[in-house]
């Protein structure tokens, strides 16, 4: 079996993509590929969500105002979503629609405030209530209430970005055309599965999404290809500490050892199937360089075979990625570059900052097929499938970083929100100071 990049262009007959004009139906399959074999079958829209408005803070001398709205769904309105809208307003508390960014966890004060002095809305998901971020996600209000739907969490998240889309369709500060799905780490995954299934979203925004986000699950490493790294691996994810993620069907697929490959190269798909599915909508990814469990190398292996379908469709600027020098984070830098890129996709400003879309001079990685030769030719392994064991160092610099985002919650922190990402690096900060402790400088 081949371990490229897997070709989105080949339809289900085993035939080719011949026109444009056939990409509709081509991505109702592979979405159709992703639902069976990654995410899990989404509900349908509930089209009951109702809301009420909890906290309420002025900000910046009046400027803006963070919200809380308790939205309610579902069969008898058991799902439960709080949703933290910081925005621009005026001294009435009116603002005229502006786009809006859904973005799941936290935001950073100064992060909030640049992007309200930029002319958008933030909406953060807090969707713990609905979909623990645990094993035993069951517990949630979202599967009591669809318990035979079969999507797992990081579908769940998605599918819950999409009720609030159906709240802010009933508001007036946000401009409904102009809907941003952005998000990291896990919460980019779940940017992305929402973007993938629901057409309103404008603009896809992810950052260090990794296995199981944009990062391919059959080509691994570090910047730019330098040596293999110690990325996140299927199985290492779902065999791991994330086995509610993604459907338990990719289980055989990915290796106990979190350090190697399997059998990915025996699925269906790989992550490239999910930009392709959201093209020709708007598209860009935000990645640090030394973020290497989030596999740098395979998530530009995956992005530059996801635009050779925006190419395709005559949209090569639709699809962009920023690499930066850094680690796991959605910086100002990130927000500064996807907000940009959003302004000139859904405005048509003039980029003020830099990303990279597709040029006839990137090089194929891991591929022998592209937009022109839809067939190509097999690549029959993976070059250096081994990889080193799990060395994921820290130090007291950064623990103490760790611990610094926990006094930056501002508005969140008064509301008494408190988000499943940050319950996980509590887990993290304590087992980090204890191996630091012990004399063991490693993250298992």
């Not at 897997?6 to 056939?22: C, H, L, R």
């Not at 002025?58 to 709080?82: C, I, M, Q, R």
């Not at 399997?262 to 269906?268: A, D, G, K, V, Y």
């Amino acid at each position: 079996m081949s371990w490229e990049v897997a070709n989105p262009f080949i339809k289900a007959d085993g035939s080719v993509v011949m026109s444009p004009a056939e990409w509709p139906e081509q991505s109702a399959y592979l979405k159709e590929i992703l639902a069976e074999d990654l995410y899990g079958r989404m509900p349908s829209a509930p089209g009951n969500v109702q809301a009420e408005k909890g906290f309420t803070k002025e900000l910046w001398d009046g400027t803006a105002v963070f919200e809380v709205y308790d939205l309610s769904f579902g069969p008898e309105n058991k799902v439960h979503e709080d949703v933290a809208v910081i925005r621009a307003c005026g001294g009435d508390g009116a603002a005229k629609p502006v786009p809006i960014v859904l973005c799941g966890g936290y935001v950073d004060e100064a992060i909030a405030k640049y992007a309200v002095s930029q002319g958008f809305c933030i909406a953060t998901p807090l969707v713990d209530d609905a979909a623990p971020d645990e094993a035993d996600y069951q517990k949630g209000t979202l599967y009591q209430a669809y318990p035979d739907a079969g999507f797992k969490v990081i579908a769940m998240w998605g599918w819950l970005m999409s009720r609030v889309i159906d709240w802010l369709e009933t508001v007036d500060f946000v401009d409904h055309s102009h809907v941003v799905a952005a998000g990291h780490s896990r919460f980019g995954k779940a940017a992305l599965a929402c973007a993938v299934y629901d057409e309103r979203v404008s603009v896809c925004a992810a950052g260090g999404s990794g296995c199981g986000g944009i990062g391919s699950l059959r080509v691994a490493g570090g910047r730019f290809g330098e040596g293999k790294g110690d990325v996140e691996t299927l199985g290492g994810m779902i065999t791991g500490m994330f086995p509610h993620w993604f459907v338990d069907t990719l289980v055989p697929y990915g290796a106990k050892e979190a350090s190697r490959h399997n059998r990915e190269n025996e699925l269906r798909f790989d992550a490239d199937f999910i930009g392709a599915a959201i093209a020709p909508r708007p598209l860009i990814l935000v990645e640090g360089l030394d973020d290497t469990w989030a596999n740098p190398y395979g998530t530009l292996a995956s992005w530059s075979a996801a635009a050779e379908v925006y190419h395709f469709l005559g949209a090569d600027e639709k699809c962009a990625i920023h690499e930066r020098e850094g680690g796991h984070a959605l910086n100002l830098e990130d927000w500064t570059t996807f907000l940009d890129f959003c302004k000139v996709q859904l405005s048509g400003a003039k980029p003020t900052v830099t990303w990279h879309t597709r040029t006839d001079a990137d090089p194929a990685i891991a591929r022998s097929w592209s937009a022109e030769n839809r067939t190509g030719e097999e690549v029959k392994k993976q070059d250096g499938d081994e990889k080193p064991a799990n060395t994921w160092s820290f130090t007291p610099e950064s623990i103490a970083a760790m611990k610094a985002r926990f006094n930056t919650h501002w508005a969140f922190a008064e509301a008494g929100l408190e988000t499943g990402i940050d319950k996980f690096m509590k887990t993290i900060i304590a087992k980090a100071e204890a191996a630091m402790a012990a004399g063991v400088n490693k993250h298992e």
